[in-house]
């Protein structure tokens, strides 16, 4: 008996459901974080002066 070899399909559909954890991992951490937005008003601030808000 050989080694059942994956697919093109089943190794793009991996990939992609490793992409989208780590993207929704990330994206729940973010929201829980709750840090406050550094972009406002299409001006870039200094993180920093967000912060000490």
Not at 26 to 49: C, H, Q, W, Y
Request: no cysteine.
């Amino acid at each position: 008996m050989g080694k059942k070899r994956w697919t093109t399909a089943e190794i793009i559909l991996t990939i992609l459901f490793i992409l989208m954890t780590i993207l929704a991992v990330t994206m729940i951490a973010l929201f829980v974080t709750k840090e406050p937005d550094v972009i406002s008003e299409g001006k870039l601030r200094n993180p920093r002066e967000v912060m000490q808000k």
